[in-house]
């Protein structure tokens, strides 16, 4: 059995749920907290969307982490031989592990424009140190960061740094150095961003803020919308592409699946909401449009440390964080396809590495483009649904938009539908309540909602 003959020798457990814990927040929280939940929700309208998203994130996002995880657990392998086992196991189709395939190239692609944005957050360390942002008006901000997406040589240096940074973690194979970091660095990501809170209580608008985040108002939310909200709790939660089965296959069996991934679910999403509460307040102060776009925290967060004191140490000490935020999700964008090509290639790691980080950072190339030389060229301009985007915006629109939810659909079908029900509350060891809820939102519920979601925007 090849599953079995490629397995490492002693494979190790994480020493415990809390060192789980630390590996999927690391995942999980990253750029989609800080920089796309703002952005999104600002082009989105605002509360209505918050909501969709945080109903998503509940009974969508969570059923599906719990499953994902529980097929790491159960298959003890990496994703695509999980899968080959349970299936072969249980007497299941062997093609379900195309699952495991499919996450595998979903998160090559998210990499690829992941690493662009990890760069201008790179960028914006030294426009802060340097104290650049002192005292300048939101114009002058926003000629900054014009100024970085203009330029493509800086944007291919920052975007080349991110991605080797991220392939010198996998190569080396050595997480946990990483990994004990996260329990520093997060919280102290966290303590950053309420100090952007803080500040932006004193803007006189924050109460506009939080209107504006949590006052629902339907007419402003299109089903686009909801697709967009569907979408990133998938990608907020790093799901839909078999991340959370990966780490997974290391959670010691004692240990409470629902109550972990409820944890990682409620910190990714404190996170998200702090952001939103940290960015809405400065928009409105400085008479900035919400749906501004990608740009929308490069041409706001600046606004506040260049005012606060000592802004431009905690100014660079924030975009440090989100480096640190956006590198750990990073790696485990990288680590499925590695993973793959040491199975199915026999490449060794260093070499797998190299070659999967290399071919990333070149489709990323179409990405920085996409910011300056091609920023009118969109290639499937001509259907009404895709007017206007570059190259950028498909492939963010493909990924999120598309291959999670179908990749957590998929998710939840197999082990909704096709485990057995024994199996799963064997594995899972909840109340009998508690599984019942779980499983028939996993059954009903969840594909029922991806699916309505998909009709009504692909028709
Ligand atoms: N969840 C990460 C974030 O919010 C992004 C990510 C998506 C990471 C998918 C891994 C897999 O930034
Ligand atoms: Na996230």
Redesign the pocket.
């Known amino acids: 059995d090849s599953a079995a003959g490629s397995l490492p020798a002693n494979r190790g457990r994480w020493s415990s749920r809390f060192a789980f814990i630390l590996a999927a927040t690391g995942?999980?929280?990253?750029?989609?907290?800080i920089w796309?939940f703002p952005y999104v929700t600002g082009e989105n309208g605002g509360g209505a969307f918050v909501l969709v998203y945080l109903m998503c994130i509940a009974a969508v996002g969570l059923p599906i982490m719990m499953a994902e995880v529980m097929i790491g657990r159960r298959g003890g392998r990496s994703p695509v031989n999980s899968m080959r086992l349970i299936t072969e196991r249980d007497g299941l189709n062997p093609a379900w592990r195309l699952i495991g395939v499919m996450g595998v190239l979903t998160?090559f692609i998210?990499l690829s424009f992941?690493s662009v944005i990890g760069g201008w957050a790179i960028s914006y360390v030294g426009v802060t140190a340097s104290g650049g942002l002192a005292g300048q008006s939101s114009e002058g901000i926003g000629e900054i960061f014009s100024g970085l997406l203009a330029d493509p040589g800086t944007l291919m240096l920052w975007h080349t740094v991110f991605m080797a940074m991220v392939v010198l973690v996998v190569a080396r194979g050595v997480r946990a150095g990483l990994e004990r970091a996260v329990k520093i660095l997060m919280p102290a990501l966290f303590v950053l961003l309420v100090m952007v809170v803080g500040y932006a209580m004193t803007t006189g608008h924050f109460s506009e803020g939080v209107a504006f985040l949590f006052e629902p108002n339907f007419a402003n939310l299109s089903t686009s919308g909801v697709l967009v909200a569907l979408g990133h709790a998938f990608?907020?939660?790093?799901l839909g592409?078999a991340?959370m089965m990966a780490y997974g296959s290391y959670l010691p069996k004692n240990v409470s699946i629902a109550k972990t991934a409820i944890s990682v679910s409620v910190m990714?999403t404190v996170v998200a909401l702090l952001a939103g509460l940290a960015i809405f307040p400065i928009v409105f102060a400085n008479g900035l449009e919400p749906g501004a776009g990608p740009g929308l925290i490069f041409q706001t967060l600046p606004l506040a440390f260049g005012q606060m004191p000592m802004g431009s140490f905690f100014g660079a000490l924030f975009f440090i964080l989100l480096v640190f935020a956006?590198w750990t999700?990073g790696i485990?964008?990288l680590e499925p396809l590695v993973e793959w090509l040491e199975e199915q290639k026999g490449m060794n790691r260093t070499i797998s590495s190299v070659v999967a980080g290399v071919a990333c950072w070149a489709l990323g190339i179409a990405s920085v483009l996409s910011l300056n030389l091609w920023s009118d060229f969109a290639p499937l301009g001509s259907f009404a649904m895709f007017e206007g985007k570059t190259i950028f915006d498909l492939l963010d629109f493909l990924t999120a938009n598309i291959l999670l939810p179908l990749g957590g659909l998929l998710v939840a079908i197999f082990v909704g539908w096709f485990l057995s029900r024994q199996a799963l509350e064997n594995e899972l060891s909840m109340s009998a309540r508690g599984f019942a809820l779980w499983h028939n939102v996993l059954r009903y519920f969840t594909p029922v909602a991806v699916a309505v979601v998909f009709i009504y925007n692909l028709t």
């Open positions: 995942s999980a929280v990253g750029l989609g907290n796309k998160a998210i992941y990608f907020t939660l790093s592409m991340i990714d956006a999700s485990s964008l």
